[in-house]
């Protein structure tokens, strides 16, 4: 089985490559324009605190803000930095996901689901959002995640039963801190440290001292963020339809990427809908209620409370952003640790399955049938970004070139005469004006 797993998983490695570089908007157009234009008012004279510190909208982009300064004073804004931080990111996390399902299981079908967790990762939704610069939020957001999640669970025993030293579990608490730096959805991370920290039999000296350090740091990042909903809708949660509304988000947010196919609409939701049910039981039965598990558990189910944290966050933030329920694909990329996460769980089983010599041929069948399908996935995906982009992309260059567009307004920035400042500014200032492949 290890050769086939591995000869689809390359292809699937392959078509993110090819879609990462068909896909890349070089342009500035919605956030990228404020990230810009904060750099240009840094130059002109403000401190570098200000600059890295102040928030973009409920967020404290600091990673983005650096990778700014270095894209504009090494390369004069083409936009490279982003792009390859961003596929470094994606391919960290694919890494430390293949060894941790390695180190599950370190036969041939440790090696199957290792391929299959670099699949999850690697898909051409995530190609799409490392080609987009103010999209690179995302990867890092990822990457740091699996980072504290895996550090925070690691071997805490050497061969000789000693205990080794913390500096894993304090690289844990680090990494969660750089996450924060991307998206202020990783606040969510501390209480599943913490939780990780009980259930693990840590000692309840780390459980409330990773709860008390992940309060004080969630109080000084927020301190000064505007906490109220995007959009200015109503806030209140029994507000008119809002409750619905936010199920509804819920569901489209747990199905991507498939809720945003309208073909596919339909069944994602089903989908989103059987992940949250079965995400649910697990946290609560395998996470609360029945006796300790082991590390492996405790991991799967601290990658599935992220996504979940994450889903909820943007159900009761991003509901009221507009009049229609629109769920960005890019979101998808805090659902990776979901997915790994449920195959992870369901890794033991497998794993009973495989040691029962008579039914290797349909496990062997199975995994590389998922593989197929995460293929045939990939290609489709990535075929209709490519379209949308180059449509994008044609749009974003009329803008620039000075032409009416009646799609600039949703492509560009909804306040044209705003977009048209910054373009020119940016433009005058002789940056991100080489074009798209």
Do not use: K
Not at 160 to 168: A, D, F, H, N, V
Not at 172 to 201: D, H, K, Q, T
Not at 256 to 274: K, S
Not at 292 to 321: K, P
Request: include cysteine; charge should be positive.
């Amino acid at each position: 089985m290890r050769p086939w797993n591995q000869i689809i998983a390359a292809v699937h490695v392959a078509l993110f490559l090819y879609y990462l570089r068909a896909t890349i908007i070089v342009e500035p157009f919605w956030d990228m324009y404020a990230h810009v234009l904060r750099y240009l008012d840094f130059r002109e004279g403000g401190t570098w605190w200000a600059y890295l510190w102040e928030p973009h909208v409920q967020h404290r982009h600091v990673w983005i803000r650096l990778l700014t300064a270095l894209d504009v004073e090494a390369f004069s804004g083409v936009a490279l930095p982003f792009i390859v931080s961003s596929a470094c990111a994606m391919a960290m996390a694919a890494w430390l996901l293949w060894r941790e399902s390695r180190r599950i299981d370190p036969s041939e079908l440790g090696a199957a689901v290792g391929c299959l967790a670099v699949m999850l990762v690697l898909t051409s939704v995530g190609a799409v959002v490392c080609a987009i610069p103010m999209n690179g939020v995302y990867p890092q957001v990822l990457v740091f995640t699996v980072l504290a999640l895996t550090l925070f669970e690691g071997p805490w025993e050497s061969e000789r039963g000693t205990p080794r030293l913390p500096w894993r579990r304090l690289a844990a608490l680090l990494a969660a801190v750089c996450a924060a730096f991307a998206n202020a959805a990783a606040l969510s991370l501390w209480p599943i440290l913490g939780w990780m920290a009980w259930r693990g039999r840590a000692g309840r000296a780390w459980t409330i001292g990773v709860l008390l350090l992940g309060a004080a740091f969630a109080a000084f990042y927020l301190r000064g963020l505007p906490l109220a909903p995007e959009g200015g809708g109503p806030s209140g949660l029994t507000a008119p339809d809002r409750l619905s509304r936010m199920a509804e988000y819920l569901l489209t947010y747990m199905g991507l990427p498939w809720t945003r196919a309208a073909a596919l609409e339909v069944p994602g939701r089903i989908i989103g809908g059987a992940l949250l049910l079965i995400g649910v039981w697990a946290v609560l039965w395998r996470g609360f209620i029945r006796p300790r598990g082991g590390r492996l558990e405790r991991l799967a189910l601290g990658c599935i409370m992220f996504s979940f944290a994450s889903a909820l966050l943007a159900s009761v933030g991003r509901v009221d952003v507009g009049p229609e329920l629109v769920v960005p694909v890019r979101y998808s990329l805090f659902l990776m640790p979901l997915h790994a996460g449920m195959l992870w769980l369901a890794s033991p089983y497998l794993s009973r399955q495989w040691a029962i010599q008579s039914r290797r041929p349909a496990i062997q069948a199975l995994m590389i049938g998922a593989s197929l399908l995460l293929v045939v996935q990939q290609v489709a995906a990535g075929q209709a970004a490519v379209e949308t982009t180059r449509s994008m992309r044609a749009t974003i260059q009329r803008f620039m070139a000075g032409e009416e567009d009646p799609a600039a307004a949703r492509v560009v920035f909804d306040d044209l005469e705003e977009a048209r400042d910054a373009s020119d500014r940016i433009q005058a200032a002789g940056l991100y004006t080489a074009g798209g492949p």
